[in-house]
């Protein structure tokens, strides 16, 4: 599928694996998206299919070994990024793409001031003062709501709740005016009133910055909220992508389809009862030769079993970002088309989606 | 619950907590007011929901309700039989047959050196006169029961996924056939698509056996489909107790109203016609709970008597619903 014009971050059949015990893990298996500027792309799947190496790879986190990117490029402003630390005389991570993770605790330094520890990248990065980056600390921290600032840079992250650590990480990861933000489930541990906060300060710090956020979810509630555009992944792949409007209203995937049916509904005239997928998704170790999905999926047919599904581009006019989507059921001339197709035809969730 | 001309035929008590209150001393003189003086009663094959924020006091509960923990006040009621304030050994060994607990994380609550069939059959031998021959029968009955199949028996917990190691823990909970299950938390370590099937399995065996649960959850969303009633803990106390769709759709007490508003929910067009639903503030620490009301500090509408006076559960007319706040004064 061509690409949007105009954009920031552009990531092409990227493929990272791992060795292991087991056997050779294949996390991400040819994974395309992009980013534009200032825009919220959401990636959203189970636990396990791959959300954190693919981000993780772009920012050279990617232990190596047992980590290996075999295939695939990371191209910012059209320049590859995979296995580089610096681009245009600024280092990636850090100055040009910031990262907050799930868990805080992970990136902070438990024996340093959460002031010591915004201030020394900006000393490192920006050259400023050890003054000039104590006073620019505290600045971040009251840009991320942190409650008496100066009196909290002095604290160390245990003396910190799981919001407020979490705040303290964006201070950190913003402080050198990223283009990107990459967000890795920032609110899965937090409860709800904290999420909504935390949610609104990410919004409204890409307000004033401009920056753009790449946030890492499995929540579709989440991803209504923030998400411009969602690339929706299942064992390695990118199944379907699209704006956020396509991937709720016009969703064509049958994963996507499975998700949104298995969410709760607010809607008090419909008590129906939660439609969950049955199974859990297959094993990476010896990932299927077919759709990963194939498995779950109520409409797999025997094409599914055998051969990947190409993406088939949804495109309306609706919206100037791409619709694609990864299923032998939109394949109208593949070379299975045979009758296998005709029981699906009557299933009204997937005409919905493929009619549009 | 007092009775109700919307449920006419309430289920007779199972369980039942008066004034229940645990607290921990933490040293220094200071207390943290983990559960304090809860009534809550769990009706016969009734499924009550108990949700609230991280550290609001639900695990707690349920756990003194188990009597996991001794009971700093109040007193726990089992079929109208008062239970120990303290339990000694024989209180489990009696105990243990009626009440169960499944805990929240699938991944460390399974000992990964048992197969799954020992640790489904665990519980089963301890208690005696049950053969090697009839406790497998028992767990190929239970693990298909569960959605899982008895060819399980052999393999260990590190080879399943989330949600079935949460069928597991659920097997090895109820081949007891307790009379009362406490469950905490036990989908949100799990993903959306699989938690739908936990939900779903519960309720499945709500109708097929008829359970009696006491499930505690963040969420209100997802145990609102199982739950006959739901009951929102803040900071140690209960402020709103209903019938569970009723109160997620009209919720009357202000915390239970920003719980559900600040769930995003899956409708891009609804999230970008609300432009923020979140409240100031975090949960106060349990430690020297502060006077009045203990919401005060981050509710939307605090009145002046809020800061001063604790509101008491009282019972709303013409509804069947239970709420702790001075706008119902
Ligand atoms: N053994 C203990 N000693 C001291 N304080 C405790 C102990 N157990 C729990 N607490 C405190 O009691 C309060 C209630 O804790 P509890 O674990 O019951 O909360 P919860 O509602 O289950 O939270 P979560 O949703 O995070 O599981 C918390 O402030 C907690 O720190
Ligand atoms: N360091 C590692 N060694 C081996 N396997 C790994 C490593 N990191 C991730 N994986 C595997 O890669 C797959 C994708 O993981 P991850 O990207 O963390 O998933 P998620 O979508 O939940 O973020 C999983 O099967 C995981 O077990
Ligand atoms: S390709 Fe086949 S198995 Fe995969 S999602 Fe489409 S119909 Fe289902
Ligand atoms: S009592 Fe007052 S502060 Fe407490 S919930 Fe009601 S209105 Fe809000
Ligand atoms: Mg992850
Ligand atoms: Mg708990």
Redesign the pocket.
Known sequence: MTQATGDLLTVENLNVEFDTYGGIVQAVRGVDFSVAAGETLAIVGESGCGKSVTVQSMMGLIPMPPGRITQGSARLRGQEILGQSRIDGREIRGAQIGMIFQDPMTALNPTMTIGDQIAEPLQVHKGMSRAEAAREAIRLLEVTRIPEAATRAKQYPFEFSGGMLQRAMIAMAIACKPEILIADEPTTALDVTIQAQILDLLQDLQRETGMAIVLITHDLGVVARMADSVAVMYAGKVVERGSVDDIFYRSAHPYTLGLKAAMPSNDPTLKQSLQPIEGSPPDLFSPPPGCGYAPRCPHAMKVCQQQQPPETSLSSTETNRPHGSHCWLHEADSPFKPAELHFIENDSAVEQGAAS | MSDSTMKPNKPTPLVEARGLTRF?D?GRGRR?H??DNVSLTVGEREIVGLV??????????GKTLLGLHDKTAGEVLFRGETLPAKYRSVDYQRLAGNMQMIF?DPYSSLNPRMTVGEIVAEGLRLHAGVSNAMARERVAEWLGRVGLQPDHMSRYPHEFSGGQRQRIGIARALILEPDFVVCD?PISALDVSVQAQVINLLGELKESMGLTLLF?A?DLSMVRYVSDRMAV?YL?SLVEIGRADALYFDPKHPYTEVLIGSNPEPDPELERSRPSTAIQGEIPS?VNVPAGCRFANRCPKVMEVCKTVTPQLIKLKDLDREVACHLYD
Do not use: C, L, Y
């Not at chain 2, 609230?52 to 509960?61: I, V």
């Open positions: 921990f933490v943290v983990a559960v609230g924020e991280s550290g609001s006091g639900k695990s707690t509960f929240q938390e505690i963040h803990m140690g349990p």
